[in-house]
């Protein structure tokens, strides 16, 4: 169904904006490939868009938005092959119940499942792990319509060289209509929640990666604490949190008590550092075991907007430390907490960790606060040490900088030139990061 557009697209966060020409939402890929082969008749760029959680324009559009809402569902499950072949538009949240249904899971997670599976690997959303890496490592096998509106299937064995490119592919490259992804017989998590101060997190920080399957801590600005969780494979069985212990920590404290805090420091800043030492003490201590959807992810309520750079991990924690030296020399008011991530190398051109085993910083603040000041210096540190920035994240980096930290940059926009040579896929945000 196509239709001429009158309303303003937003994303999430609330920071980006489009009025598209036009909207689509097919509900089969023929549908879909004529709408792109009109649009580039008609000399209308040609965008599709999840559901708004990237912080960047990589999906705005004044020309075709495409919406996958119509294309969902599971195409394939083979259990033989360990595989799911899912349709782009359909929501982690459904994929992660329904895999859980046939008892299977995905083997690592972002810690939200509300993105679409092909926003969330095009723009290389990942959680954190030591030997298991981003959402788009685990794709088997792409489909997309290309800008000449045929249909390309991808894999190691076919057309391997889009395949290296299209797993995180900024939606430069084409529509997805498909994924395969590697799934795996669900298995338990017992996840280990502790406070721990900064300076022992960080001069532990290669222990506690080491040991531990999936490691991840939060730093509170203005304060020496922590919040740490371990999550490891575990044999049962199975303790999820109680009811109301997770009510209050995930809802009462995470999104609840937090969202006044950070309400109450955008309207007086002044109180920010008192409000931060009081949160950090908040969260308590504690350990559960549960299926993976449910201990990877969790609600986020509180809207905000994000930066996130991926560095070598032996530069994360001294690029840490110069995050907190920063924040604590300056005049800077900071109510969201830093995250800490990791994950092994992988072989996909434009992932953040392509070709290098990386440690994830990323930083927040509430939204409508003004985030550039504090942004600005963050990302000064990160890029003096050849830090990459998330594709779906707030950043001011380009395509001259982004090919000096990404050894295959090149490999990839010549995958592009192949297949969209007239930037039929093109919009302000792909031209600065990609060129021309």
């Known amino acids: 169904m196509t239709g001429a557009s ?19 939402s097919p509900a089969s890929v023929e549908e879909l490939t004529e709408a792109v082969r009109r649009a580039a008749e008609d000399g209308l760029k040609v965008k599709p868009v999840g559901t708004g959680h990237s912080f960047t324009a990589t999906a705005a559009t004044d020309g075709l938005l495409v919406r996958p809402d119509l294309l969902t569902g599971i195409r394939e499950m083979d259990r033989g092959a360990g595989t ?17 249904r046939e008892g299977l899971s995905l083997t690592n997670m972002g810690d939200i499942m509300e993105q679409t599976v092909a926003g969330a690997t095009s723009t290389g959303t990942h959680g954190t ?9 685990q794709i088997r096998a792409l489909e997309l319509v290309t800008a000449d509106g045929s249909v390309l299937k991808c894999s190691e064995k076919e057309n391997p060289e889009v395949f290296a490119a299209a797993r995180i592919g900024l939606g430069a490259l084409g529509v997805i209509t498909a994924i395969t992804f590697a799934v795996e017989p669900v298995f338990l998590l017992t996840a280990r929640e502790e406070p721990m101060t900064f300076d022992r997190v960080t001069a532990e920080f290669d222990e506690l990666f080491t040991e531990n399957e999936h490691f991840e801590f939060y730093w509170f600005p203005h304060t020496g604490n922590c919040n740490t969780k371990r999550n490891n494979r575990s044999a049962g069985p199975a303790a999820p949190p109680g009811k109301v212990g997770a009510w209050v920590e995930d809802e009462l404290l995470s999104n609840g008590v937090f969202q006044l805090a950070c309400s109450l420091g955008r309207a007086v800043p002044r109180t920010i550092p008192s409000i931060a030492k009081v949160s950090s003490r908040a969260l308590s201590a504690r350990t559960y075991t549960d299926i993976p959807y449910k201990v990877f992810t969790s609600p986020r309520r509180v809207r905000f907007v994000e930066m996130e750079y991926a560095l070598e991990r032996e530069a994360a924690m001294g690029a840490l430390r110069e995050v907190k030296a920063m924040v604590e020399r300056s005049p800077l008011r900071v109510s969201f907490p830093v995250e800490v991530r990791t994950a092994p190398a992988d072989d996909i051109a434009l992932s ?34 050849g830090g990459r920035p998330h594709w779906g994240k707030v950043h001011t980096r380009d395509a001259a ?26 919009n302000d945000y792909l031209r600065r990061v990609l060129g021309d």
Not at 84 to 100: M, Q, W
Not at 129 to 137: E, F, T, V
Not at 403 to 425: I, Q
Request: without cysteine; charged residues 20%.
């Open 401 to 426: 900088y982004l090919a000096g930290v990404y050894p295959r940059f090149g490999e990839f926009t010549a995958v592009r030139d192949r297949l969209d040579p007239e930037r039929v896929f093109a």
């Open 352 to 385: 953040t960790a392509s070709g290098r085993e990386s440690a994830y910083i990323a930083v927040h603040l509430y939204k409508g606060t003004p985030y550039q000041s504090y942004f600005t210096a963050v990302e000064r540190i990160m890029t003096a040490h």
């Open 6 to 24: 009158s309303s303003t697209w937003r994303n999430w966060a609330g920071n980006v904006t489009a009025r598209p020409a036009r909207e689509v």
């Open 84 to 100: 799911v072949t899912v349709e782009a538009g359909t929501p982690l949240k459904r994929l992660n119940l329904a895999l859980a």
């Open 129 to 137: 792990g030591r030997d298991s890496a981003s959402i788009a490592a």
